[in-house]
């Protein structure tokens, strides 16, 4: 059983420019999460999937956008990057709502 | 609007001693609490969780408590070892396991 993989590990971007997060989910897992961890903070949730569907979103712009794949595998879409959007950015996996196992995430630099 | 705390952003304690780690809510409406550690280089683990319809759960050397008429709840780890060193995070949720709501963070230095 393999666990939650994210990619790239670290990334380095210029402002104004778009990036894309990739997460294989956990076999089995249907629901996966987004968290954007800032420097000396908590997880913030951004948005979940469910079968190819959002159906949660946190305070996040819409320029924060997302896909999941038939395989569940997803992507997380920022546009128009900002300083601030500098952070670890985690992918959580499920089946449904229950157990959400957590990728290493990905360390995003926008300069 | 920061509706889980976690005040206490460092705690240091003695191999062998009791680590207690806590966390204070503001939203009545969540109805799940999880407790999850994270190394370095690594995403959150989670460690253990409670439900609103009780005060008490314990898993091993983890027993997380819940109050909640303060609401308030916290993690005793006993014994500690240095292997628990990392940042522990407290998380809430309205959904049975859903969207998560996190803390900032605890870092834990258990000292051999």
């Known amino acids: 059983e393999t666990g939650v993989t994210q990619s790239p590990t670290h990334l380095i971007k210029t402002r104004g420019q778009q990036v894309t997060l990739r997460c294989s989910s956990q076999s089995g897992h249907n629901t996966v999460s987004w968290y954007q961890q800032a420097l000396g903070q908590g997880p913030q949730f951004i948005f979940q999937?469910?079968?190819?569907?959002?159906?949660g979103r946190g305070n996040f712009p819409p320029r924060f956008s997302g896909l999941q794949f038939p395989n569940y595998s997803s992507e997380l879409n920022v546009n128009a990057l900002e300083l601030d959007d500098s952070a670890l950015y985690l992918c959580a996996s499920s089946f449904t709502n229950y157990g959400y196992t957590f990728g290493s995430g990905t360390r995003l630099t926008v300069v | 609007d920061q509706q889980v705390k976690q005040n206490s952003p460092s705690l240091s304690v003695q191999e062998g001693r009791i680590s207690i780690l806590n966390c204070d809510y503001t939203?009545?409406?969540?109805?799940?609490f999880l407790w999850y550690k994270k190394y370095p280089a690594e995403g959150p683990t989670f460690l253990i969780s409670i439900s609103s319809i009780k005060d008490k759960n314990e898993d091993g050397r983890f027993t997380v408590f819940l109050n909640k008429s303060a609401k308030h709840l916290s993690l005793h780890i006993v014994p500690s070892q240095p292997g628990d060193s990392a940042v522990y995070f407290c998380a809430a949720s309205g959904t049975s396991y859903g969207k998560l709501t996190f803390g900032q963070g605890t870092i834990l230095t258990v000292h051999p």
């Open positions: 999937y469910y079968r190819e569907e959002e159906n």
């Open positions: 939203n009545s409406m969540f109805d799940y």
